[in-house]
């Protein structure tokens, strides 16, 4: 809590430990005492703040209002760090919880169980754009004139929208070499952001793009930056409202750079300290296998939150020898292709607050997972698919019981990454090796090829007889 001489709205070092304060307007991101991650925190004593997540509901008659239809500023006194004059928002948010109940039956789960949240209806596509409002708008009150991010792609997508429909800052993306689709770089392109390609990785271009934000004093986007995590809280809003207030009893998500995860976690832990929810739903984090840090720490090395003080020692141990052996990221879940999460940490409080498990899906769970999501009425990238692959993998290990209900995060839209997708579904199998062999994906199982019929009348009526 804030002194009644401090404002309400302050960052606050993430550990208990530690508990340096910055101001709100501060950029570095980064705690001036031990170096470590930064949350915007609040003095909700001194907020106004519903007392029933239900009061939202009247936001809906008002949507003609540009922050009032926005699903992410609608819910704005939780996370009340702007006044409405100061935010920018472009109509994210509009995204829907699709209940599967067929898709549910083939997994062995009862009617109502299953829910996918669709994060691919945002303007540029993705999650990432719940985020990118939270943390445009911290840039704005701060006076920011350039925005910069490295990117696996969507965020360099959501980022550069961002910049070309407000028109009030020069967007900076960095990218790895070889490490994007074409369906995300041509956003960054069309959207005219100054796009930097490195040799290297995500990893890499995370390391320069903070290197760079220092330098020449622009505002960094990626997710180290806790104003986009405040956004991200907004996904978990929405699954509530969309199950009329009652959380679920699992959360699956992509383990990424792990915002999503620690915003999650947040997000719960302030509802449940407000008295707006009487229970937290648990938190499955699925990696890919070839981008598996977390899962890594979390169940071989045994790292915890542990109160805020988890084993520094055993994960900078685990990053030399990542260094060692010159480790890298390879998975077709592009999106997820990171290995080092800038946010670790909070995403081991998330696995405290939620009561949380981790589980890694290699390219042919992944590959497999997106085609059965996209058979049953969505489409997503690889790395969305991620969530239903963990979620296969915890029915099997029954974990997750037929009743459970359980809520899949669709973090992107499926034509974010098209060549992956047709790939699977080609019966060309040099495009199937050459995209999807060489990240371990040996068969399609759920393909649906396309039938090459004569242009005859009668063989394409004797096809459809055939196949459909």
């Given at each position: 809590?804030?002194?009644?001489?401090?404002?309400?709205?302050?960052?606050?070092?993430?550990?208990?430990?530690?508990?340096?304060?910055?101001?709100?307007?501060?950029?570095?991101?980064?705690?001036?005492?031990?170096?470590?991650?930064?949350?915007?925190?609040?003095?909700?004593?001194?907020?106004?703040?519903?007392?029933?997540?239900?009061?939202?509901?009247?936001?809906?008659?008002?949507?003609?209002?540009?922050?009032?239809?926005?699903?992410?500023?609608?819910?704005?006194?939780?996370?009340?760090?702007?006044?409405?004059?100061?935010?920018?928002?472009?109509?994210?948010?509009?995204?829907?919880?699709?209940?599967?109940?067929?898709?549910?039956?083939?997994?062995?789960?009862?009617?109502?169980?299953?829910?996918?949240?669709?994060?691919?209806?945002?303007?540029?596509?993705?999650?990432?754009?719940?985020?990118?409002?939270?943390?445009?708008?911290?840039?704005?009150?701060?006076?920011?004139?350039?925005?910069?991010?490295?990117?696996?792609?969507?965020?360099?997508?959501?980022?550069?929208?961002?910049?070309?429909?407000?028109?009030?800052?020069?967007?900076?993306?960095?990218?790895?070499?070889?490490?994007?689709?074409?369906?995300?770089?041509?956003?960054?392109?069309?959207?005219?952001?100054?796009?930097?390609?490195?040799?290297?990785?995500?990893?890499?271009?995370?390391?320069?793009?903070?290197?760079?934000?220092?330098?020449?004093?622009?505002?960094?986007?990626?997710?180290?930056?806790?104003?986009?995590?405040?956004?991200?809280?907004?996904?978990?809003?929405?699954?509530?409202?969309?199950?009329?207030?009652?959380?679920?009893?699992?959360?699956?998500?992509?383990?990424?750079?792990?915002?999503?995860?620690?915003?999650?976690?947040?997000?719960?832990?302030?509802?449940?300290?407000?008295?707006?929810?009487?229970?937290?739903?648990?938190?499955?984090?699925?990696?890919?296998?070839?981008?598996?840090?977390?899962?890594?720490?979390?169940?071989?090395?045994?790292?915890?939150?542990?109160?805020?003080?988890?084993?520094?020692?055993a994960i900078d141990t685990f990053f030399k020898d990542l260094d060692a052996h010159d480790g890298r990221a390879n998975t077709i879940a592009s999106a997820i292709e990171i290995n080092r999460p800038v946010n670790?940490?909070?995403?081991?409080?998330?696995?405290?607050?939620?009561?949380?498990?981790?589980?890694?899906?290699?390219?042919?769970?992944?590959?497999?997972?997106?085609?059965?999501?996209?058979?049953?009425?969505?489409?997503?990238?690889?790395?969305?698919?991620?969530?239903?692959?963990?979620?296969?993998?915890?029915?099997?290990?029954?974990?997750?019981?037929?009743?459970?209900?359980?809520?899949?995060?669709?973090?992107?839209?499926?034509?974010?990454?098209?060549?992956?997708?047709?790939?699977?579904?080609?019966?060309?199998?040099?495009?199937?090796?050459?995209?999807?062999?060489?990240?371990?994906?040996?068969?399609?199982?759920?393909?649906?090829?396309?039938?090459?019929?004569?242009?005859?009348?009668?063989?394409?009526?004797?096809?459809?007889?055939?196949?459909?």
């Amino acid at each position: 809590m804030s002194s009644p001489d401090t404002p309400p709205v302050f960052q606050r070092c993430v550990s208990p430990r530690c508990g340096a304060t910055l101001p709100m307007e501060d950029t570095s991101f980064r705690c001036p005492t031990c170096g470590g991650l930064m949350d915007v925190a609040y003095d909700w004593n001194r907020l106004p703040t519903p007392k029933h997540l239900s009061e939202f509901e009247a936001k809906w008659s008002r949507r003609t209002t540009p922050v009032d239809f926005s699903g992410v500023w609608r819910f704005r006194e939780l996370l009340p760090f702007a006044q409405t004059s100061q935010i920018l928002t472009i109509g994210e948010g509009q995204t829907i919880l699709q209940k599967a109940d067929v898709l549910a039956q083939k997994l062995g789960m009862r009617p109502d169980s299953l829910h996918l949240q669709y994060e691919g209806m945002n303007p540029s596509g993705s999650f990432k754009d719940n985020g990118m409002t939270a943390a445009f708008t911290h840039a704005r009150i701060t006076g920011a004139r350039r925005a910069a991010c490295a990117s696996t792609g969507n965020t360099s997508a959501s980022l550069a929208s961002y910049c070309s429909a407000t028109g009030l800052m020069r967007g900076i993306v960095f990218i790895g070499s070889g490490k994007i689709s074409y369906g995300k770089l041509a956003q960054a392109l069309d959207h005219h952001a100054l796009t930097m390609q490195i040799a290297g990785d995500f990893d890499d271009a995370m390391a320069r793009v903070q290197q760079v934000a220092r330098r020449l004093g622009v505002y960094l986007v990626n997710s180290i930056n806790p104003f986009r995590l405040e956004g991200q809280k907004t996904i978990m809003l929405r699954v509530l409202e969309a199950l009329a207030w009652e959380p679920p009893d699992w959360i699956i998500v992509p383990g990424g750079n792990l915002g999503n995860s620690s915003a999650f976690g947040k997000a719960y832990m302030e509802l449940k300290d407000l008295g707006l929810v009487k229970r937290i739903p648990r938190l499955a984090v699925i990696n890919a296998a070839g981008a598996r840090t977390f899962d890594t720490l979390v169940n071989e090395k045994n790292i915890r939150w542990n109160q805020g003080n988890p084993d520094s020692a055993a994960i900078d141990t685990f990053f030399k020898d990542l260094d060692a052996h010159d480790g890298r990221a390879n998975t077709i879940a592009s999106a997820i292709e990171i290995n080092r999460p800038v946010n670790l940490v909070k995403a081991l409080r998330a696995i405290e607050v939620m009561n949380g498990i981790v589980r890694r899906a290699d390219d042919q769970e992944i590959m497999d997972a997106k085609a059965l999501i996209g058979a049953h009425g969505l489409g997503c990238e690889p790395a969305s698919a991620a969530s239903l692959a963990g979620l296969i993998q915890l029915r099997e290990q029954r974990i997750i019981a037929p009743s459970d209900r359980v809520v899949c995060i669709l973090t992107a839209h499926q034509m974010k990454d098209p060549t992956a997708t047709v790939a699977y579904h080609s019966a060309d199998q040099e495009q199937f090796q050459k995209v999807l062999g060489v990240r371990g994906v040996k068969r399609a199982s759920h393909a649906n090829r396309a039938v090459q019929v004569p242009n005859d009348l009668e063989a394409i009526c004797g096809a459809i007889e055939l196949y459909a």
